[in-house]
């Protein structure tokens, strides 16, 4: 029977038990048509695990609420959904960083829960955890500003400074979609400077305001599709396929991998694996291809190979230089 089924019988019982009806297994029982031992069962999951303050009156023979403040929790959670709350709870506690006491807060109150209907959730920190090689810490005030402008449609201001020029801009912008990308919180929003949607990370935002101008999300805007439409976070210019091509050593990592959605993957006889998906911008591509080094080779398109190779020759030069190291 499902946890809908089983919840509308926890329902029944804390309306009778809460207005002094004084149910009990057979009551129960007889009202789902079941066994009075998986009627039993149930009020001592509703007692032991949901925390509900029922007594057994003898003389009624029958529970009541010993509490009247008590409310039964609003949603039923199986075992394996509160299973994976406590995961979600391990997540925030691991990734949290730069936006702590928000998200301190939120355990405590997930752990407050899950305490009470999950065995052994304290050992969930040595079960389940979660790393990154790094991440950029973000001002809690900074995300807690973002996050309210994004549920609240309203204008942020801010000045931002832009890795590709020295000091800071103001911008005024209409916040969409708040989002972390390998460690890093980004923010996609129409910006009124450049009159178009631009990625802004939240660690290079300061003074920030929340205006009281509120906005329309545009109707064309979906932020999956943007997402999707190619590789990595550079969505401006045209999109181009990319085709790598990775040797049989590399290929054995990297084959399970999804680069992207639509990419696809050819298999050749000597175990080298060609990987072909769309790019808008090559930054970001030519940082994953170098991560391989020798074990893969940019087979098109033509340009993105000669950067991969320009990049190459510099590297070769700075360890070229010299016989030892640079004291």
């Known amino acids: ?65 010993e509490s009247e403040t008590f409310s039964l929790p609003l949603v039923y959670m199986s075992s394996s959904e509160f299973t994976s709350l406590a995961v979600a709870r391990k997540l925030l506690q691991d990734l949290g960083g730069g936006i702590s006491d928000e998200i301190s807060g939120a355990i405590r109150k997930i752990t407050g829960v899950l305490q009470k209907h999950v065995a052994g959730i304290d050992d969930m920190d040595g079960i389940v955890s979660f790393h990154l090689v790094n991440y950029t810490p973000t001002p809690e005030t900074t995300f807690s500003s973002v996050l309210e402008a994004c549920a609240g449609r309203r204008t942020l201001t801010f000045d931002y400074s832009s890795p590709s020029r020295k000091g800071s801009v103001s911008r005024t912008v209409e916040p969409y979609h708040l989002f972390n990308y390998m460690g890093t919180w980004h923010l996609i929003a129409f910006c009124r400077l450049r009159n178009g949607i631009r990625d802004f990370r939240l660690n290079r935002i300061e003074h920030i305001t929340m205006n009281d101008e509120t906005f329309s999300a545009p109707q064309g805007f979906d932020f999956n599709r943007y997402f999707d439409s190619s590789f990595g976070l550079y969505k401006s210019g045209k999109r181009r396929n990319v085709v790598l091509k990775f040797g049989p050593d590399h290929a054995r990592w990297v084959r399970d991998e999804v680069w992207h959605k639509d990419q696809k993957q050819r298999h050749l006889t000597d175990g080298s694996l060609e990987l072909e998906f769309p790019v ?48």
């Open 1 to 65: 029977m499902g946890s809908k089924n089983v919840y509308e019988r926890f329902l029944w019982f804390d309306n009778r038990a809460r207005s002094k009806k004084y149910p009990n297994a057979t009551s129960l029982a007889r009202e789902f048509e079941m066994s009075s031992k998986t009627a039993q069962r149930d009020i001592e999951f509703m007692r032991d695990r949901l925390g509900c303050p029922l007594v057994y009156d003898q003389t009624e023979k029958g529970y009541y609420y």
């Open 280 to 327: 808008a911008d090559f930054k970001e591509i030519i940082r994953e291809i170098m991560r391989h080094g020798a074990g893969v080779e940019v087979l098109k398109p033509a340009d993105l190979r000669e950067l991969v190779r320009a990049e190459a020759d510099r590297i070769a030069a700075v360890y070229g230089r010299s016989g030892q190291a640079s004291s």
